[in-house]
């Protein structure tokens, strides 16, 4: 190449280079030149000074704000992001990317860097009917952190569909995706983070906790959020909350901010409640703090919402290690290498310095101090992991992705062609993809489910300063619990934070107050027991078949008490039960044997085999009262026995009238007695009486129930006495009056017939059986009245015995006896002649 050659070579180079834009010099950390540009929106400033920027139609100045350490940290994410895959050959081969960065100051400037990025290349912004093919100056925005500057950025982008993955807002309104259909995150929503916490808390029995709030949407909202969820619980109650001052810009505390956050402070002073929770701004927090240290707050537990859980600049206030023990929900730790030592690396000499604001700026971009005030923290970050960075990593690699996807990438090359961002944005809701060991997607909410670390502040130099205590698990919604945790605290002991300490075994809960965590502990009674899955503040009743002691967790069987045969009174009972049966079936032998006897008959002829087999057929049911009770032995104790009885006392009542009419009535009413004889009235009033009583008898069972049931034993409560229902005692009333009413009757009608002839006069065994039926119902009435127990069956069944035996006995036994040992006088000429003498004495 010749000198001339050479000089105008050198000439167009010069050229070259001077017609390169200034800002790409002079905002090099801000602005890089590609094909395809991302937008990126972070706080390097926020907490504003003064309010001389409302005052004027321009962009805030940095000077106004305080900075930001973690913002510029998340900035420089994005730069090592986007520089990472341009240095890649494989995702995105050929393609170069770009970012326009802008400063939003927190929330000062959210509106202008919107508009700037819908814009096209030449600042201008048309009026469309179709964006369909519309190119705005980026293709995909990145940010901002606070939920509040992502909803007003996402208003002016959704409308556009242009893709704007957030890294650190995790509000719930941001999952509504037909407000926000355009809106991605690579963070978990604000859900998963209060669940997070309410985990921690229930795993250390912590049930009295203290919110305070900031005075914004992000405090309102979270706090809002955790009393719902702690509603839902039941479990953990809010002692109080409050919301923290806000002073004014440009002032420090005035007069009212400091009266109310004394009263604060003082509330939190006198309070038993030794867990805070804070949902506020980070920078909000440093004013609020250096009040907590001048109180001399000790042994509280300070959990910090994600907004402030890993500051370095309040993990900088070393004092506050003496407040207690601070814990905190933030996103998952993942190590980026390289990252560190690209974060301070300083700018090229070469490179001027300037303060002013290059033409095509949005915000002023003059941030000299932000990397000497960032290497101040560096080893605060480094050891930290760089947590909240890895979020702002993903989300420029899950774009790069999308990019991959629909600009058709393989390994050597892409297909570069115009990119909108709506098409963008659907290949962004398919990526699919493992970064640093971790598989990234996007849930149907437009969340990527990152796992949360809980973590827990150190002020150790040689350790991490946000050391992971346990890890939460969106997909799982679990908490799993890794290290322990060192409490600050003598003896490293957990601290407490209950209105009411826990209760013992078997007490249950008894509310005082409003609030369900504060309670007094009283004892489950005998019979009661304490199901802590079920209720805590009610103890439930045993079954009836089981019981408890006092403070009982769990109910026994009880023994079940019942008429067995090893008993003595089974025993005593079975053997009068023997005799009555034997003795009647003998008793039913002989007077069929001698039914044409004048004995028999003048005892009642056919109507004693109307006697004399209920009577066999009671004794021999009597094992019904034996052994556990069931439908057919219950039905057989308040039926049968009942109208058996009944049939054998009508029977003798009807025959005590038989003979007063014979011998008195015949000669006075014969019409009457003529009547009664051609009628059958004996029998009749037999049935008559029968159908009333087994007309009670059903009405009884019927109004109640013939299921046997147990009842506990008053005398000793782990007895449970298995008896037939004992509605029954109601009906027996019934029955037992009637048979009561005949047994007066019969003995009516057998003292009336004193003086009747020897073989006729049966007024004397009448009157015996009939006094001893009188006397045993009214005492067993009266026994069971007053008394519950097992010996209510068995004097049910000895009286029911003696009652058969007195009838059986006390009526056909001394008839059997004439019959058997003076057959002389059973002949129709010795009752002939007894009736003689008594016509002649009467005459």
């Known amino acids: 190449m010749g000198p001339q050659a050479r000089t105008l070579h050198l000439l167009l180079l010069l050229l070259h280079v001077l017609a390169k834009p200034v800002q790409l010099i002079e905002n090099s950390d801000f602005h890089l030149a590609g094909d395809y540009l991302l937008g990126g929106l972070f706080s390097l400033h926020a907490n504003v000074k003064s309010i001389s920027h409302l005052s004027y139609l321009q962009v805030p100045k940095c000077n106004e704000f305080d900075m930001k350490v973690l913002g510029y940290n998340l900035m420089q994410a994005m730069r090592f992001a986007v520089e990472e895959i341009n240095n890649c050959s494989t995702l995105l081969p050929g393609v170069l990317l770009g970012y326009e960065m802008v400063d939003v100051c927190y929330h000062s400037n959210n509106v202008h860097p919107g508009l700037y990025f819908l814009a096209q290349d030449d600042e201008f912004l048309p009026i469309l009917q179709d964006y369909s093919h519309y190119m705005p100056h980026v293709v995909a925005v990145i940010g901002p952190d606070n939920s509040e500057s992502a909803i007003t950025v996402s208003n002016l982008l959704s409308h556009f569909l242009i893709p704007q993955v957030t890294y650190s807002a995790i509000s719930d309104e941001l999952r509504d995706k037909r407000r926000f259909p355009a809106m991605l995150r690579t963070v978990p929503s604000a859900s998963h983070h209060i669940e997070a916490m309410v985990q921690l808390m229930t795993h250390f029995h912590w049930n009295w906790i203290v919110v305070l709030v900031s005075n914004d949407d992000y405090g309102r909202e979270n706090g809002q959020l955790l009393s719902q969820r702690l509603i839902r619980t039941g479990d953990i109650c809010i002692a109080f909350q409050e919301v923290l001052p806000t002073p004014e810009p440009s002032q420090g505390m005035g007069p009212e901010e400091q009266s109310q956050l004394d009263n604060i402070l003082e509330k939190l002073q006198r309070t038993t409640a030794r867990v805070v929770v804070v949902f506020s701004p980070e920078l909000a927090l440093h004013g609020f703090f250096r009040e907590v240290l001048r109180w001399n707050f000790t042994g509280l537990v300070w959990i910090a919402s994600e907004s402030w859980s890993i500051d370095p600049v309040l993990h900088n206030l070393t004092e506050l290690r003496h407040t207690g023990t601070f814990l905190g929900i933030t996103i998952q730790r993942v190590s980026i290498p390289g990252f560190s030592e690209f974060r301070v690396r300083h700018t090229k000499a070469t490179q001027p310095i300037s303060n002013k604001t290059s033409p095509r700026a949005t915000c002023n971009q003059d941030c000299d101090a932000c990397l000497n005030i960032t290497e101040s923290y560096s080893n605060v970050l480094m050891l930290s992991g760089e947590r ?35 098409k963008l944005l659907r290949e962004l809701w398919d990526v699919n993809f493992t970064l640093l060991g971790n598989q990234l997607f996007f849930d149907q909410q ?69 609030h369900t965590c504060c309670f007094e502990c009283v004892n489950c009674l005998p019979g009661t027991y304490l199901n802590l899955s079920a209720d805590e503040f009610n103890c439930l009743p045993c079954p ?300």
Not at 393 to 408: N, Q, T
Not at 471 to 489: D, G, L
Not at 588 to 602: A, C, D, G, K
Not at 640 to 656: A, D, E, K, N
Request: glycine share 4%.
């Open 544 to 843: 009836d078949s089981m019981w408890s002691h006092m403070n009982a967790i769990t109910c026994f069987k009880r023994l079940q008490a019942f008429l067995e045969w090893h008993e003595a009174p089974t025993i005593v009972v079975a053997l009068l039960a023997s005799l009555g049966f034997f003795s009647t079936l003998a008793i039913l032998l002989i007077f069929w044997r001698h039914f044409q006897t004048p004995m028999v008959r003048s005892a009642g002829g056919p109507m004693c085999f109307l006697m004399l087999v209920p009577l066999l057929l009671a004794f021999g049911m009597v094992p019904v009262y034996v052994g556990r009770p069931t439908v057919f032995t219950c039905f057989c104790r308040q039926a049968f026995f009942t109208v058996c009885f009944s049939v054998c006392l009508s029977c003798i009542t009807v025959r005590s009238f038989q003979i007063v009419c014979v011998f008195k009535m015949a000669r006075r009413l014969p019409r009457a007695y003529g009547f009664w004889v051609r009628y059958h009235g004996p029998y009749v009033f037999v049935a008559f009486i029968t159908a009333v009583k087994v007309a009670l008898v059903a009405a009884n069972m019927l109004a109640t129930t013939i299921n046997p049931i147990g009842r506990t034993d008053p005398e000793d409560p782990n007895i449970v006495i298995l008896s037939c229902h004992p509605n029954y005692r109601n009906g027996l009333l019934f029955n037992t009056s009637m048979d009561l009413l005949l047994s007066v009757v019969g003995f009516s009608f057998a003292y009336m017939g004193k003086e009747l002839p020897t073989n006729y006069n049966e007024a004397k065994f009448i009157t015996l059986s009939m006094t001893f039926s009188f006397t045993s119902s009214i005492s067993l009435c009266t026994f069971m009245s007053v008394h519950n127990g097992v010996l209510v069956t068995i004097m049910d069944l000895l009286v029911t015995v003696l009652n058969f035996l007195a009838i059986s006995l006390g009526y056909f036994g001394p008839k059997c006896y004439m019959i058997l040992f003076y057959p002389e006088r059973n002949t129709p000429a010795y009752f002939n002649s007894m009736i003689q003498g008594y016509t002649m004495r009467k005459s």
């Open 446 to 514: 437009g969340d990527m489910p990152m796992f949360l670390d809980i973590i827990q502040w150190q002020w150790d130099l040689s350790q991490n300063p946000f050391q992971s205590i346990a890890f939460y698990s969106p997909t799982k919604q679990r908490m799993t619990y890794i290290h322990n945790v060192s409490w600050h605290t003598p003896n490293n002991t957990i601290p407490m934070s209950m209105c009411s300490k826990s209760c013992q075994p078997g007490q249950m809960k008894k509310p005082v107050g409003l």
């Open 388 to 422: 909240v960075v890895y979020s702002v990593y993903s989300a420029v690699y899950a774009v790069a992705h999308a990019l991959h996807r629909l600009l058709r990438c393989n390994q050597v090359r892409c297909t570069k062609e115009v990119v909108y961002p709506w």
